[in-house]
């Protein structure tokens, strides 16, 4: 190899490894001390402009495609300035997707040529089409600006495609620059019951939720070790798609937003919830799925929320305006003017009206008190 | 070494692998094609003659101790002929044993000196004492004619002690005398919770579920597979202390036995019936914890079983007799009266009065239908 090409041959690695870094490296805000996180759930995206909307108002028929749900996406980028975008599953509606690939590619388009990462996971739908559920994730893994994986590393053996953590650390150059200050879950629920004796939605298995309590224990550790040794664990967040069981503990008296169908979760119960509450870090769960619910409710310390339906070409109801929710978590402000460790997480959603209106704002979890506060 | 000393030690060797050969192998019966397990629930035992029963009749008090636990036991064994002895926990009741393992050794001495094999679980009573659940397991495994064990040599980490299966290999001589006709599952249900926001009893982990997949699922191929490939998975039957959550889906109208108290499971769903029934080997699950239930009753194609409380020593209720749970598969009869694969399950109670009443039998499961029968 000669001198040039060692030299460009350098720079490639190096070029390579910044923007690895960079994609890989998910980190809080130094101005504003935040972190956002836009869940866009079930747009079930197919042809595109070809592809109708369901469930709108006979007069917006004529002229509502895939092509809305793009739209919207678009317009919340712009509005809310995510530092983090997740897809909680039937990211595309294979049954009616000519090509999968393609349909995801459309579908996950805003999101691509925004240049904010993304993350995703699966449905029950998003197999639907040409590509199995393993290829499909394959595809999204593959794609632009994602840090999507399709299953952790270190578990050799796990149920599913698209289970992973990521670390969101501190403010650069804080104490905390090289801690994760706040640790997203993504797991896949799956799609059907394979087994016989079990109808209907699938479940999160006992090999996710190994996995799942060997990465929060493993954080843990570090977070409560030095360097930088914090007293209690960093808050965590996961995302899936299937709602839990616990999901059906709520009713309008103990849950903030709404509840205007049934809970499709598994008929089984195959204790994630329990899982979660052992370990201890997670603090709220984010799904999709029945896109008439959008409500938020807590149960042994952990908020289960729905995202409510986004997409244009899902089942929905003419007039109940389509939807996303975000979550921004906010570091507490140190002396000297620097940041530390997550405060507070908050929560609302994105009505797609004219103004993109906020609604159902609460404090999910704060350091000082587990109290929920009305926002707006 | 001279060849005398080389002789004691083969002779020496010969007797050991003999004897771990007799111990560790579970056949079923060549004459009568059964394998016949005697399950003793919460035996609660402490410290022999001194200690004194519980809810007996006024009469019965001056002369009633843990010895009417031991004389029930061998009165059993000599009626029911166990191949198997399993006690599923609250062997002792640590809190009244001046020393665990002299207790253990006292109540489980009728099993050892009957020169049966026997197995065991803990129970949330049996580390009371001066052992911990470690300790406890471990001088259990440690006592004569045991085939308990610690937990799983390939399971290099998992929760609780005393997590281990056993196979039951056909009729010596059989075309199916090297296979397992019948899989026994033992598990640690644990004593109570260590998470703060979680009340209540403890549950079987992830750990153990995927432990439980796995050789399950090891189990399932090997059997399916050559040599002898069967049709379909061999029976299984589970046995733990502290009953599933499921147990409560019951009322009379759908189980057979007596239910008079609640269900004290864990206070929340860890999954593990959804593992088993995903797994699709078990046939049945055998507790104790609740001595005053005594059920049977068969959800989604398993059959949730209590024993009844079996030691004086422990809370009952005076004239309700102390109880014990037989179970017996039976293999099936093949041509030139050579014997199968398992024909049936079936179970029933024996009670400690004066002829041992046989109670509630039931066939829990057969080859060739799930249909229940009443056998007596």
Redesign the interface.
Known sequence: MGTVAVVIWMVFLCCCSAAQGQRRQLRFDGKTGEFRILQVADMHYADGKRTRCEDVFPQQMATCSDLNTTAFIRRLILAEKPDLIVFTGDNIFGFDATDAASSMNAALEPAVSSNIPWAAVLGNHDQESALSREGVMKHIVGMKNTLSQLNPPEAHVIDGYGNYNLEVHGVEGSSLANKSVLNLYFLDSGDYSN?P??PGYD?IK??Q??WF?RTSAKLQRSYLNKPEPQKGPAPGLAYFHIPL?EFANFDSSNFTGEKQEGISS?S????????M??A?DVKAVFTGHDHLNDFCGEL??IHLCYAGGFGYHAYGKAGWARRARMVVASLEKMDKGTWGAVKSIKTWKRLDDKHLTGIDGEVLWSKSSRQKRMLR
Do not use: E, K, R
């Open positions: 087994v004796l079990i479940w006992p090999s939720q190994l309590q069981p598994a089984v119960n195959s204790g994630f919830f329990t899982t509450v052992t201890g042994t310390g």
